[in-house]
Structures are given as structure tokens and as C-alpha cells.
């Protein structure tokens, strides 16, 4: 038996007034989700417990079969472990985004113009990195750099007490000012964001991108801090292997962190212009060595942090022509297996960061049908009066633990 979980990461969304009051699910042409969906246990499943925030990491622990509740220290350690850095236990980390501002002198004047400034590569990145490690990194501050936007500063030493870190991708659009957190222990790291405006004003690599008609990473942006992480493995939780595939850190640092076999892949971006036949391509490679792979795209969930309707939908389509296409065909080779297809969270178009809210799942056993319904969508879900409380339980209703 084969098991494929595919992470349509933020698909889901609110009915939107620019979509004629339908979904990017409703109206994305994709034609082997709803085959599917016709013989599967369509229902809604609750990833985000009401104690936490809907972020990426709590919500891909809990379909990945982990209780966050048990084993979540926060967002950057897991994509620490990606990145390969070692912490100890007095270590704090967190996410650092190379972002946008508006170009007011006072920091707090300024808006939040793009969370990813511009869809940085990760080259620039890294050498916008190493000057802000050269600037302000010591004995108590490491800078290291990732993938694309998302970076990581590790805090010697540190402490999680910060206030509210908020998320850039939370605010986009809007003033920064009221949203740095005004805690005493914050006062250090707000002063770096604000320091390193002078540090990236006249980088070589933002004087180019600004010549090239792209955006600058003009500013450093922390947030989502945290500690090192404990967490059993896959192999020893479940009984079976696991392969992951994913363009981006806080996915592959679970994986890492979880023994699981992690693939990497060129072309990756974590946006709609990312490899998506390279991704199914690992993924079938991961089938010959895993009982389960768990490919996560992040496509969509990025279109709804920019408000692309357009792009969310091509997303979505994007997924079910390239992905789930071929490795259905894929699996066929192997006779019996199941498929798991959800979001983590959604991510609506009309407020353009994630909620909380229960998401669509759709679980495929090729040789026992189910109910099932004519499309997968937030509605047919919702309708099948089927109900997860804990998302974490649909793992093991997957293998059947």
C-alpha cells in the first residue's frame, strides 16, 4: 500500500465578491480532484487549534499526524532545522524576511510594500545576508540565510517573551508602525529592522534590482520566535517511512526533524512559477524508498497573501495537471493505495492571511468507495457532515492505525 498526501497550502478561501461570490476551489478547472472526489470521504477537518494562530507550521504538524500541542516551540526552529542549523537549548530563533518598505525616514511611518521583497532569489538573498551578518552579527546574534524571502536569526541566549511579533505577510499594505512590538525584551531586535534599513539602502544587489525594475529587500523583518523542538519520528509514531516535498524551509525542517527523507528539488520557489512537474517527479522517486509522501505546494497560499484571484485559481489548476495527474498514474503501479488532498489553512483573497477555520479534505481509496461527491470544494465538504476536530487523528485514518 502506497499513501500520497497532497498540501494545497492555503486553497481554501471565503466566497469573494470579485469571483461572482465563489471560491478559487469552485471555479478552478480540476478535473482529477473531482473524479476523485466522486468515490472519496469528502469532509472538514480543524487544523488550528483555537489556542493558536493559523500559521503554516501548526497546521502542517497537525496533517502530517502531530499534536502541536505536544511537540510545537515555534515557527523558525523548524525551518533551523532545514537550513542545518544546530541550536541548543537556550537558543532562540527567529524567521527573518527580507521584505519591502515604503521609503518615509521614520521606520514607523513606513508600509509594509512586500512581505518577499519582489521574490528575492535566494542568491541575492544570501548576499544581502552576509552583509546584515557583517553588520550586526556578534556573540549573541547569528544571521543565516534561506530560501527566497525567508531567513533566520538565532539568538544566543534569547527569550520567546517578545510581545507580538507580527507577521509581515499579516500586514501588507499597511503602516508598520503600530504593529512592532512595543515589549521591553522586543526593543533589541525592533532596532535591528530599524538599523538595517541603513545597512540594505545602498546594497550593491538592491541597486541592481531596483535598475532592473524589481523590488529591493530594503528592510529585515523578524518574527516567529522560538525554541528547539522535540519531536518523535515519523518511522516510530507511524510504522511506515516518509518521503517530503517542498519548496520551502518550515516543510523541509519538519521533515528533517521527523527522520523523514527529504527531497530537493531545482526550481522550487514556493510560487506559482515553481516546478511543478519537478515536484511530482521527486515525489514518484520518493515512492520507491517511502510508504508515504507528503508533497506541499505553496502556490496557493502565497496568491491569496497577495490578493491574485487569477493566480490562485491557475494555482490550484496548476497542482491537479502536473501533480496530482501524474502521480496518480504513478501510483497505479503499486496496485493499492490511498490519497489524502487538503489545505492547511486558509488563506482568503479577501483578507489575505491565513484563518482558522476548518478546511476540505478529501481522502482516496482506490479499491473501497466511498460516498463522495461531484466536486471538491468548500461547500461539498462542508455538506458531507463529515467532521474532524483534530486534524491530527486524519493520519491515522489514512493508514488505518
Given at each position: 500500500?502506497?499513501?500520497?498526501?497532497?498540501?494545497?497550502?492555503?486553497?481554501?478561501?471565503?466566497?469573494?465578491?470579485?469571483?461572482?461570490?465563489?471560491?478559487?476551489?469552485?471555479?478552478?478547472?480540476?478535473?482529477?480532484?473531482?473524479?476523485?472526489?466522486?468515490?472519496?470521504?469528502?469532509?472538514?477537518?480543524?487544523?488550528?487549534?483555537?489556542?493558536?494562530?493559523?500559521?503554516?507550521?501548526?497546521?502542517?504538524?497537525?496533517?502530517?499526524?502531530?499534536?502541536?500541542?505536544?511537540?510545537?516551540?515555534?515557527?523558525?526552529?523548524?525551518?533551523?532545522?532545514?537550513?542545518?542549523?544546530?541550536?541548543?537549548?537556550?537558543?532562540?530563533?527567529?524567521?527573518?524576511?527580507?521584505?519591502?518598505?515604503?521609503?518615509?525616514?521614520?521606520?514607523?511611518?513606513?508600509?509594509?510594500?512586500?512581505?518577499?521583497?519582489?521574490?528575492?532569489?535566494?542568491?541575492?538573498?544570501?548576499?544581502?545576508?552576509?552583509?546584515?551578518?557583517?553588520a550586526?552579527?556578534?556573540?549573541?546574534?547569528?544571521?543565516?540565510?534561506g530560501?527566497?524571502?525567508?531567513?533566520?536569526?538565532?539568538?544566543?541566549?534569547?527569550?520567546?517573551?517578545?510581545?507580538?511579533?507580527?507577521?509581515?505577510?499579516?500586514?501588507?499594505?499597511?503602516?508598520?508602525?503600530?504593529?512592532?512590538?512595543?515589549?521591553?525584551?522586543?526593543?533589541?531586535?525592533?532596532?535591528?529592522?530599524?538599523?538595517?534599513?541603513?545597512?540594505?539602502?545602498?546594497?550593491?544587489?538592491?541597486?541592481?534590482?531596483?535598475?532592473?525594475?524589481?523590488?529591493?529587500?530594503?528592510?529585515?523583518?523578524?518574527?516567529?520566535?522560538?525554541?528547539?523542538?522535540?519531536?518523535?519520528?515519523?518511522?516510530?509514531?507511524?510504522?511506515?517511512?516518509?518521503?517530503?516535498?517542498?519548496?520551502?524551509?518550515?516543510?523541509?525542517?519538519?521533515?528533517?526533524?521527523?527522520?523523514?527523507?527529504?527531497?530537493?528539488?531545482?526550481?522550487?520557489?514556493?510560487?506559482?512559477?515553481?516546478?511543478?512537474?519537478?515536484?511530482?517527479?521527486?515525489?514518484a522517486?520518493?515512492f520507491?524508498?517511502n510508504?508515504?509522501?507528503?508533497?506541499?505546494?505553496?502556490?496557493?497560499?502565497?496568491?491569496g497573501?497577495?490578493?491574485?484571484?487569477?493566480?490562485?485559481?491557475?494555482?490550484?489548476?496548476?497542482?491537479?495537471?502536473h501533480?496530482?495527474?501524474?502521480?496518480?498514474?504513478?501510483?497505479?503501479?503499486?496496485?493499492?493505495?490511498r490519497?489524502?488532498?487538503?489545505?492547511?489553512?486558509?488563506?482568503?483573497?479577501?483578507?489575505?492571511?491565513?484563518?482558522?477555520?476548518?478546511?476540505?479534505?478529501?481522502?482516496?481509496?482506490?479499491?473501497?468507495?466511498?460516498?463522495?461527491?461531484?466536486?471538491?470544494?468548500?461547500?461539498?465538504?462542508?455538506?458531507?457532515?463529515?467532521?474532524?476536530d483534530?486534524?491530527?487523528?486524519?493520519?491515522?485514518?489514512?493508514?488505518?492505525?
Amino acid at each position: 500500500m502506497k499513501y500520497l498526501v497532497l498540501l494545497c497550502d492555503g486553497m481554501a478561501d471565503y466566497k469573494f465578491e470579485g469571483l461572482k461570490n465563489k471560491t478559487p476551489m469552485m471555479l478552478a478547472n480540476k478535473p482529477n480532484m473531482d473524479r476523485l472526489a466522486k468515490t472519496a470521504t469528502v469532509g472538514l477537518a480543524k487544523t488550528v487549534a483555537d489556542h493558536l494562530k493559523p500559521g503554516s507550521d501548526v497546521a502542517n504538524l497537525s496533517v502530517m499526524g502531530y499534536d502541536p500541542a505536544e511537540c510545537y516551540t515555534g515557527r523558525s526552529p523548524l525551518e533551523a532545522a532545514s537550513i542545518g542549523i544546530a541550536l541548543t537549548d537556550t537558543d532562540v530563533t527567529l524567521r527573518c524576511n527580507l521584505v519591502t518598505l515604503s521609503d518615509e525616514e521614520n521606520y514607523e511611518d513606513k508600509t509594509m510594500i512586500d512581505y518577499s521583497a519582489g521574490d528575492i532569489s535566494s542568491e541575492d538573498a544570501a548576499e544581502i545576508i552576509k552583509s546584515v551578518q557583517e553588520a550586526f552579527g556578534n556573540d549573541v546574534y547569528s544571521f543565516y540565510a534561506g530560501v527566497s524571502y525567508r531567513h533566520c536569526l538565532v539568538v544566543k541566549n534569547g527569550t520567546v517573551d517578545l510581545g507580538n511579533m507580527t507577521p509581515p505577510h499579516d500586514i501588507s499594505g499597511r503602516v508598520v508602525g503600530e504593529y512592532l512590538s512595543t515589549h521591553e525584551n522586543a526593543a533589541p531586535l525592533v532596532e535591528l529592522m530599524k538599523k538595517s534599513v541603513a545597512v540594505l539602502k545602498d546594497h550593491p544587489v538592491n541597486k541592481r534590482r531596483i535598475a532592473e525594475g524589481k523590488r529591493p529587500a530594503n528592510s529585515i523583518w523578524l518574527w516567529g520566535e522560538g525554541t528547539k523542538p522535540q519531536m518523535q519520528s515519523f518511522k516510530d509514531k507511524y510504522g511506515v517511512n516518509m518521503g517530503i516535498v517542498s519548496a520551502v524551509d518550515l516543510i523541509k525542517g519538519i521533515g528533517k526533524l521527523a527522520g523523514c527523507e527529504v527531497a530537493e528539488v531545482e526550481g522550487a520557489t514556493g510560487y506559482i512559477d515553481t516546478n511543478f512537474k519537478g515536484k511530482a517527479e521527486a515525489a514518484a522517486d520518493l515512492f520507491k524508498r517511502n510508504d508515504i509522501v507528503y508533497v506541499h505546494v505553496e502556490a496557493p497560499d502565497e496568491c491569496g497573501h497577495r490578493g491574485e484571484a487569477e493566480n490562485k485559481i491557475k494555482a490550484i489548476e496548476l497542482i491537479d495537471r502536473h501533480i496530482l495527474s501524474r502521480l496518480v498514474e504513478e501510483l497505479e503501479k503499486y496496485g493499492e493505495y490511498r490519497i489524502l488532498i487538503m489545505p492547511d489553512h486558509p488563506t482568503p483573497l479577501i483578507t489575505m492571511t491565513h484563518a482558522r477555520d476548518a478546511v476540505p479534505f478529501l481522502l482516496y481509496d482506490n479499491k473501497k468507495a466511498a460516498a463522495g461527491c461531484d466536486t471538491f470544494t468548500e461547500d461539498t465538504a462542508a455538506a458531507s457532515g463529515v467532521y474532524y476536530d483534530h486534524a491530527p487523528d486524519l493520519m491515522g485514518v489514512l493508514l488505518e492505525k
